[in-house]
Each structure stands twice: as structure tokens, then as C-alpha cells.
């Protein structure tokens, strides 16, 4: 079962004019690799990825509550978040900047929520999730104030970004997984699945839409048991434009499953930051705006099904 709350003020629906090319496959494709920081609870790690980019943005917040049914099990799990998100929509990709080497950042880990039984802090189970931060910046030199739909390279390392983990428990059992999704990014098209709450970019299940689709970088979360893949990002259209994201989703996982972050992109481009979006409190970005997009993950609460 998966379930999502929040609300996310999309953007207009707009069609990209800047189409990219040299495509990688559909949820799992790389180029070139190389390697990305990413930050779980303030802790470090390396991990594979491989080189490309896109840009985008409107403004607006909301809050909701909702209580939805998370699959086919028959439970329901019901959530409450505020979510902002920002998206603007324009034409054609601008101009993109190259150049050798680029930089990965850090950010301090989140704040798990409550989850005990028996003594058993399940939160620990989750523990490398909480804090998750993946950083996809611009290769530099990227020049600056960015023009509205431009585009950058992807910094080395970063075309595709994995960072994998086990979640504990005990496998006989399934938990209920709450993560509060924040992230900065371009729009993605995800074809079939299920969108628990129309007003979000949460998809449940489907695929990448033929066409450029797999060029508009996606952002996704795996889980093996039981097997489904959760997007974060698709919009369900395609531009250069950038959505500043932020709610919640409950996922199953049963004890000792592989959950894995991915970021992937078709190509070597992506959207910019050039609406400047940030989140205050969430470093290194809280007083500078990324240049290029993010994805931070924080473990709301975790509990036996």
C-alpha cells in the first residue's frame, strides 16, 4: 500500500520547446560514470552516477490533509503535511555551460519521527533514508543570473545518482514507511501507475512516456519487497520548468528490502534553478540557490502494518 499527503501547486501545462537528446533507458539508464555526494543524516557517502541536465517555473502554497488507501492490502494509512511548490512554464531551453570537473555538495541529515515497539525503535530500520540528500548541481563554470528556461550540464558524476540501503526488521513483517519528500526539480511524464492524490507528483507503479519523456530528469525511490517503484517528480507533462516540492507518502517495505534513491536522466542536460527556488532550512542551499536540482528525504515515522 502506498499513500501521499500534501499539496503541490504545479505549474501550467506546457510542452517543452528544448527537447534534448542522447537517450539512456527508460528507468534505469546511464552514460559516463562517476561519482556524487550524497548525505544520509549528516554522514557522507559515494555513490555511481554518469553525466547530463534541463530548467523551469509559478508560485503558490497549500495545505491538506488527506486520507487515502495506500494499495490493494486493504488498510489505509492517512497522513497531513503543508507542501509549497513552485513551477513556471516557458518555451525553448536556453543556452548551457560547460566545463571541466564538477561539485558535489552536503547537507545536514533530517529528523526521524516516533516509532517504537517492544523496545524496538523502528526507526532505526530507516535510519539511512532519514536525511537522504541527493545534490545534482550545474557543471561549472555555469555564469549567472541564469535566463529564464536555460539549461545546464550536469556536473561529473551526477546523470545518474543511486544511493541503496536495507532497510531493518524483521522479514516476516511489513512497516509502514512515512518520508517527507522535498525536492527541487524539473517535470517528468510517467505513463499508467497510480496517482494516489491528483494534486501531487506521486506516482505509484508505470513507466516513462515514450517520446522525450526520459530526457526530463526522474526522480524515483525502488523497493524490492514488495516490488514497485514510487516517482517523485512526474508532472505529467514535459517543459523547462522548475517545481519546488514539498510532501509526504507512506510506502510498504517489508523487513530486509533493498530501498533504493535514484535520480536518472536521458541526456547531459538539465533544467536550472532559474527561479532561484530554495529551501530555508535545509542546507547547503537555505542561503544560495542550487544552480541545478536536489532531492532530500526525511524519515517521518515508521510502523508494523
Avoid at 43 to 65: I, K, V
Avoid at 76 to 93: C, Q, R, Y
Avoid at 247 to 270: C, M, W
Amino acid at each position: 500500500m502506498a499513500a501521499c499527503s500534501g499539496k503541490d501547486d504545479a505549474a501550467a501545462e506546457s510542452t517543452a520547446a528544448g527537447t534534448e537528446s542522447s537517450l539512456t533507458s527508460s528507468t534505469a539508464a546511464t552514460s559516463s560514470t562517476g561519482t556524487a555526494a550524497a548525505t544520509t543524516g549528516g554522514a557522507a557517502t559515494t555513490q555511481t552516477a554518469a553525466s547530463g541536465a534541463q530548467t523551469a517555473t509559478t508560485a503558490s502554497t497549500a495545505t491538506s490533509t488527506t486520507s487515502l488507501p495506500t494499495t490493494t492490502s486493504g488498510t489505509t494509512a492517512t497522513t497531513t503535511t503543508v507542501a509549497t511548490s513552485t513551477a513556471t512554464t516557458t518555451g525553448a531551453g536556453g543556452a548551457s555551460a560547460t566545463s571541466d570537473g564538477g561539485a558535489s555538495e552536503t547537507s545536514a541529515g533530517g529528523t526521524g519521527g516516533q516509532g517504537t515497539t517492544g523496545g524496538t525503535d523502528l526507526l532505526s530500520f530507516a535510519s539511512e533514508l532519514d536525511g537522504l540528500f541527493i545534490d545534482v548541481p550545474c557543471q561549472e563554470p555555469t555564469p549567472t543570473p541564469l535566463p529564464d528556461e536555460a539549461t545546464c550540464d550536469h556536473a561529473n558524476g551526477t546523470q545518474r545518482v543511486e544511493e541503496s540501503s536495507v532497510f531493518g526488521g524483521e522479514a516476516s513483517t511489513t512497516y509502514l514507511l512515512t518520508l517527507r519528500v522535498r525536492g527541487i526539480w524539473e517535470p517528468t511524464f510517467i505513463a499508467g501507475g497510480e496517482a494516489p492524490d491528483s494534486e501531487l507528483p506521486f506516482k505509484i507503479g508505470g513507466e516513462v512516456a515514450e517520446g522525450n519523456a526520459i530526457d526530463y530528469q526522474q526522480f524515483f525511490i525502488t523497493v524490492s519487497d514488495p516490488a514497485e517503484t514510487y516517482w517523485l517528480n512526474d508532472y505529467q507533462y514535459t517543459a523547462h520548468d522548475i517545481h519546488k516540492a514539498d510532501y509526504e507518502i507512506t510506502i510498504p517495505v517489508v523487513g530486509g528490502a533493498n530501498v533504493t534513491v535514484v535520480v536518472n536522466d536521458g541526456n547531459e542536460r538539465q533544467i536550472s534553478n532559474y527561479p532561484e527556488e530554495i529551501f530555508e532550512d535545509l542546507p547547503p542551499y537555505d542561503q544560495q540557490p542550487t544552480k541545478g536540482q536536489l532531492l532530500q528525504l526525511d524519515v517521518v515515522s515508521v510502523t508494523e502494518q
